[in-house]
């Protein structure tokens, strides 16, 4: 079975670009989450989609983080426009209906020079 | 706020040479404590979950168990193959979302 599988692995960009990085969730799990490790800092949580629908978006840092999930499969996360300080690993992780056993991917290097 | 630290930051380790890494939280209802192995380069691989103080739970030379405010990952015998991250993760009671809350975790290396 096929785990979590993110894409790009690195991402290389300029400040002020705009950088989409998609997430394709183990089958038939219904939640998604994107978290994020910042250089010496712990991973945070971002956001949780049951579905298509978005359960919690209280880690999303400001309005130029933009996630989806189009028909409840694959999501993406938008940053538009990036600035330094969005550089960091993105994970996304799934977890079937009903459980809260979140299994990771293996992250986005996100770079924003 | 929810508070994950994990001590130390740092266990350098001969192999064989047994140890434990901690996990104190602060949360004010506990739904699930989570234990997480991470290598370079890779996402979080899933360990363990436990769920209430006096629960323990073992995979091969790793023991977690917990308490009402910390949690301890034992390593019995290490290999230089458990070198990694350790990361520790809770889960908080209330609210209907299953957001993880997560310490900055311990790197672990073991030496032949």
């Known amino acids: 079975e096929a785990g979590v599988t993110q894409f790009p692995s690195h991402s290389v960009i300029e400040k002020g670009q705009t950088v989409t990085l998609r997430c394709d969730p183990i089958s038939g799990h219904d939640n998604l989450y994107w978290y994020r490790r910042v250089m010496g800092k712990e991973i945070k949580f971002l956001l949780h989609?049951?579905?298509?629908?978005?359960?919690?978006e209280s880690g999303m840092p400001n309005n130029r983080f933009l996630a989806e999930r189009t028909g409840g499969t694959y999501s993406t996360l938008k940053v538009q426009p990036a600035e330094l300080e969005d550089s960091g690993v993105y994970f996304c992780?799934?977890?079937?209906?009903?459980?809260?056993?979140?299994?990771f991917g293996q992250g986005t290097r996100l770079t924003v020079v | 706020e929810d508070q994950v630290t994990q001590s130390p930051e740092a266990l350098r380790l001969q192999e064989g040479e047994s140890s434990s890494l901690n996990c104190s939280y602060t949360?004010?209802?506990?739904?699930?404590l989570f234990w997480y192995r991470q290598d370079p380069g890779k996402g979080p691989e899933f360990l363990f979950t436990l769920y209430s103080a006096g629960e323990e739970k073992e995979k091969e030379r790793l023991k977690a168990t917990l308490t009402k405010k910390e949690s301890f990952l034992h390593i019995t015998a290490p290999k230089p193959e458990d070198s990694a991250t350790y990361l520790c993760a809770v889960r908080e009671t209330g609210g209907s979302n299953y957001k993880l809350t997560f310490g900055k975790g311990t790197l672990l290396t073991v030496n032949p």
């Open positions: 989609f049951v579905k298509e629908s978005k359960q919690d």
């Open positions: 949360v004010s209802g506990l739904r699930g």
């Open positions: 992780a799934s977890s079937p209906a009903g459980t809260g056993l979140a299994f």
